[in-house]
């Protein structure tokens, strides 16, 4: 199971590791030698805050300030960009098998209704099936590299309709839903 994460993109980039037909360079030297062919060396040292010089020094294995917290960025790095071909196949297959998508999440929440905004104090931990439409905008937008900011207006939308408003009638006005503090969240497909 992977470690839970409260990045929606790096939750989701973490289920399509079970996805992957081999696995990423093990050493970061490695790791970092492939993120610089695919990646520009300006944009990825921007990603990890570093010098592109540094990146190249760690590149060719002189890890000489490398600390764990680069370690964990160029994680994420290989776990963001590895076999997108596999990543895409892998998500046009559970789209085409009713988008079975499962979300657990830790979070507080707030809703919008014609009346105003109001803030539920809880803490709610949800596991729900995502609606089919939902886990593919969440993928079309996750394939898009949008932002965090707006993968968790989706899931908000998701989670709002496969969970608080499903009993509502079709008719009945329904809240904007808000995921307005997320501790952690994990995608199982």
């Not at 399509?16 to 990825?44: G, M, S, V």
């Not at 729900?128 to 394939?143: Q, S």
Request: net charge neutral; hydrophobic share 35%.
């Amino acid at each position: 199971m992977p470690p839970p994460t409260t990045s929606i993109t790096h939750a989701l980039d973490l289920a399509d590791a079970r996805h992957w037909t081999r696995q990423p360079p093990a050493t970061p030297a490695a790791r970092l030698r492939h993120l610089l062919h695919t990646q520009p060396p300006d944009k990825l040292a921007t990603r990890l805050f570093v010098y592109p010089t540094t990146l190249a020094r760690w590149a060719d294995g002189d890890l000489t300030g490398l600390n764990p917290t680069h370690t964990v960025l160029i994680d994420r790095e290989i776990h963001r960009g590895w076999q997108p071909r596999i990543r895409w196949r892998a998500h046009q297959q559970i789209l085409a098998h009713h988008g079975c998508v499962t979300v657990q999440l830790h979070a507080r929440f707030s809703y919008t209704t014609p009346n105003g905004e109001f803030d539920d104090p809880r803490l709610r931990r949800i596991t729900e099936d995502l609606p089919p439409m939902h886990a593919r905008h969440l993928f079309d937008a996750r394939h898009a590299d949008t932002t965090d900011d707006e993968l968790r207006c989706i899931l908000a939308d998701a989670v709002g309709e496969a969970y608080f408003f499903r009993i509502l009638p079709p008719d009945q006005q329904q809240a904007a839903l808000t995921i307005s503090d997320l501790h952690l969240i994990q995608f199982h497909y």
